[in-house]
């Protein structure tokens, strides 16, 4: 049979109580009888004592004296026999002189001199009494001895009203536990309700909860601890749908990518197959179709290149590179290009100047950006720097070309960003990875790269490379 949590809280808080006032209340009720016979029991032993006492110094049988004494103890309600060695009682006078009322074991106790108290008889006298025997030696010899009775009604009459007192306490006081511990059950009970409410929303895919957290014991940490777990599961939801929706543009942009170029092999394929071009543009046809394969060629290679990086997969041999020699290669590399457009590319840079760097991806970082200003510049000038300050080797490209709209900068960075001709108006680049790849290969290289344009007046590119 399953119990909820909070019945079986309540039952396991009321069941505490319960176990603690009984123990209580029976510790108590024994300390405080205890405590009432030990110190009649004392008395009674002090009033023996001094009447033996003063025995000893007296003439026996001084009947004033007994008589006295009597008198004295009545007030307390203490009555008092005297015995001779076989038990019989001396005072007070008798006619049959009986014998004392004492156990076998008791008697025995008396006759080694011992004391015998008794706490609480109820048998012997017709009443609840405490009684005292002390013995009377001489030597190792019983003479005698006193015993001495105290009716113990009224005090038992004082100790039942006490326990009555501490039976309506104990109630009183278990009720009020009872009530305050069923509003704290419920209120714990609220509060684990929330987190598994908020578990359930969390499981159904809302991560948009927050359990209140103000306490400051471990259910209140725990909700803390509970809502920051949300959070960070939360941010990593919406960095899956980041992911998610920059997979599926991956995918069409490379669709898009792909589909031009094989489009334009195939169409042009087709037509040679055919015969349907003319024998003297076939020349023109199988260049077509050289470029564009080249050109998806490209595409894998920066893509492969990308996810490299990506993956820490991509080792770099850093050696110091003389950058006047570099900037002039990208320059050769890329001449005929820029004439196409009608660009000029200008290397300004001194000899003594040394790069610490990949030599084949200085390369290609080079080529990039270059390709990128001669993409978007026309009838201009693209201006290839190489300087230095004390810890850094400094590279900048700089064109006259276009230039980028501000709100667009960072934008340049993402894969494929130039591939959406939408954003420029014009058909300008190719893939728009090269410049992801780019500042991928600067970082590789503990480096930094800037962009700075004005809209129609030209861009430029800063790059920083620690030194040696």
Known sequence: ?????FYQLLISHISILILAFIILTLSFSQFVESYIFQNKVEELEAYGDQILEELTVRMEGDEQF????????????IKYLLFNNE??????????????????????????????SVKHDIKRFGQEVSL?????????????????????????????????????????????????????????????KDIRNATSMISAGNYDVHVPDTSVDEIGQLAKDFNEMVEKLKGSNEEIERLENRRRKFIADVSHEMRTPLTTISGVAEGIKNQLIPEEDIGRGMDLIDREAKRLIRLVNENLDYEK???????????????????????????????????QITVSCDDH??????????????????????????????????????????I?????????????????????YKADVSRTGQSFGEFGIGLSIVKQLVHLHNGNIEVSSIKGEGTKFTIRIPMK
Do not use: C
Not at 402 to 414: A, C, F, K, L, T
């Open 1 to 5: 049979m399953k119990i909820k949590f």
């Open 66 to 77: 007994l008589a006295e004494y009597s008198q004295l103890l009545d007030t307390r309600h």
């Open 87 to 116: 038990g019989k009682v001396v005072y007070p006078k008798l006619q049959s002189s009986p014998l004392i009322q004492l156990t076998e074991s008791e008697w025995k106790e008396i006759s080694k001199g011992n004391k015998v």
């Open 132 to 192: 005292v025997a002390i013995p009377l030696m001489q030597g190792d010899k019983l003479t005698g001895g006193i015993l001495l009775l105290s009716p113990i009604t009224g005090t038992m009459k004082m100790i039942s009203q006490l326990n009555k007192f501490l039976l309506y306490t104990i109630v009183i006081s278990l009720s009020a536990s009872i009530l305050i511990s069923l509003v704290f059950s419920k209120s714990l009970i609220k509060r684990i």
């Open 309 to 343: 990086i990506r993956s820490n997969q991509l080792k770099l041999n850093k050696v110091e590179i003389n950058l006047a020699e570099v900037l002039e290669i990208v320059e050769d590399q890329l001449i005929m290009q820029a004439m196409e457009k009608n660009n």
């Open 353 to 394: 100047i040394m790069v610490f760097a990949d030599y084949d991806r200085l390369i290609q970082i080079l080529i990039n950006i270059v390709k990128n200003s001669n993409q978007f510049t026309e009838n201009g000038q693209i201006i290839l720097k190489g300087k230095e300050d004390e810890e850094k080797t400094i």
């Open 396 to 416: 900048e490209i700089e064109d006259n070309g276009i230039g980028i709209d501000p709100e667009e900068i960072e934008s340049i960075w993402h894969r494929f």
